[in-house]
């Protein structure tokens, strides 16, 4: 096949991409305490010859940090460990965006700090279990159904939060609306039984999510601020309903219509979940004008015709870039991938798994 696109460089919003490959957001649970540090410096750099990075996500708020060791960006300590990443990967030449993921009722009263709740649009249990250092496997609990303060407080917090990550260095944010997080949960009737303007209609369980896109972009700049969605996703029990189209065509219709830089919609199927019906995928490309990054199992094949089909411009891939840091060089150069991939070591706490891959011997 002629790899004419993959290699090419690309716009997306304000940043330039050297090429097209983006390595997708994987949590890793490295950031002790919560802070980036050293070791999450010396991942990124290892991978910054992908055309863009989005990292793992990191909580804009104390109420979002559901998972054991995931980083946040609301103190001053987090803003100045994420320095060090943005650094890792500017020296190197790339491009890297901050992934904003407030978990909302995907979280664990142990996985938080002192004074934080597990808040959701509804109080509506999840099914399934969270692991926590302290106590290993724990059910979900109810989380508290969010008042008219705090929705208000928490799009406040995505605002600073992405006033803090420009101030770290970062090129841009990606809002995190997928898997089944605080934003997804606002979206689904499943998740979301709120009887204020926030629940009901396909509108109103959209609100939240543009509102708080909206206030991002106006903070930040629009061409600074994308979001990933997962249309058909289950991910974080998130069972389907009848409205998933009309929901993801009217965002479509409506983040076009706020301009911002791109759209990341992912696709789980290569990971057993449902598959993403093409139907949405080429609405979302008719209705919406700017960059749109597609995401779920890609090989090198399948990356580029999703872009010589035209309903991708850029392509994203996550597990080849865990065992493969140089994954775009194997690719350019036509160099087999590696098999060894210690997914036992996908969460763990050190640089085993982590940064002990090897380049293309």
């Known amino acids: 096949m002629e790899n004419i696109r993959l290699f090419e460089p690309a716009q997306v919003g304000a940043i330039t991409t050297k090429n097209r490959i983006v390595m997708s957001p994987m ?12 070791l999450m410096a010396q991942y990124y750099g290892q991978r910054a010859s992908a055309g863009l990075i989005i990292t793992e996500g990191t909580s804009p708020s104390p109420n979002g940090l559901g998972y054991a060791r995931i980083p946040g960006i609301f103190s001053d300590e987090q803003v100045e460990g994420w320095k ?13 965006v901050v992934q904003l ?50 929705l208000v407080s928490t799009k406040a917090e995505f605002v600073t939060s992405s006033k803090n990550a420009i101030k770290a260095g970062f090129d841009g944010v990606e809002l995190h609306g997928a898997n089944g997080y605080l934003l997804e949960q606002f979206l689904s009737p499943i998740s979301n039984i709120r009887t204020d303007e926030y629940g009901g209609s396909v509108e109103n369980r959209a609100r939240f999510v543009l509102e708080v896109v909206s206030e991002v972009a106006e903070a930040i700049g629009k061409d600074r601020t994308g979001i990933r969605l997962s249309p058909y996703g289950v991910a974080s029990d998130m069972p389907h309903y009848p409205e998933i189209d009309a929901t993801y065509t009217y965002l479509a219709e409506q983040f076009n219509q706020l301009d911002i830089a791109y759209l990341h919609v992912v696709d789980h199927s290569a990971m057993g979940a449902p598959k993403v019906p ?22 090198l094949e399948t990356a580029e015709a999703e872009l010589q089909s035209g309903l991708a411009d850029l392509a994203a ?7 493969n840091p140089d994954l775009v060089e194997r690719f350019e150069n036509e160099l087999a991938l590696s ?16 940064v002990d891959y090897p380049v293309f011997q």
């Open 84 to 96: 060090k990443v943005t650094t890792a990967v500017h020296e190197k030449g790339g491009k890297i």
């Open 339 to 354: 098999a060894d991939l210690h997914m036992d070591l996908f969460y763990t706490a050190d640089g085993k798994g982590y």
């Open 317 to 323: 891939f996550g597990r080849p870039f865990i065992n």
């Open 101 to 150: 993921m407030h978990t909302g009722r995907i979280s664990h009263p142990l996985n938080l700090p002192a004074g934080a709740e597990v808040l959701a649009p509804s109080a509506v249990k999840p099914a399934g279990h969270m692991w926590t250092d302290a106590q290993q496997m724990q059910e979900f609990p109810v989380p508290k159904a969010m008042t008219t303060e705090e």
């Open 27 to 38: 949590t890793r649970c490295r950031a002790i305490g919560n802070v980036p540090n050293d």
């Open 278 to 299: 093409i139907e949405i995928k080429e609405t979302i490309r008719a209705k919406f004008k700017n960059t749109i990054i597609l995401a779920g199992g890609h090989t």
